[in-house]
């Protein structure tokens, strides 16, 4: 996901998003513990997702509180 697409949501939708990604992590852990994981590049790619949401989920409360 870019981060442009990211930046369109609302901060409910980003939270949403969030619990989204990090349910998709865990099943990728899970996948990848019992060796079932078909593509390993992907847990990479929900990781660095991940990090996006939050970023900016912070920017945008900084920039509410200003």
Avoid at 27 to 37: I, K, S, T
């Amino acid at each position: 996901m870019k981060a442009a697409e990211i930046r369109d949501l609302s901060v409910p939708e980003l939270n949403d998003k969030l619990d989204e990604l990090n349910k998709e992590l865990f099943n990728l852990r899970f996948q990848h513990a019992v060796n079932q994981l078909d593509n390993p590049l992907r847990m990479k790619a929900v990781k660095r997702d991940i990090a996006r949401v939050k970023t900016i989920i912070t920017e945008k409360e900084s920039a509410d509180r200003n």
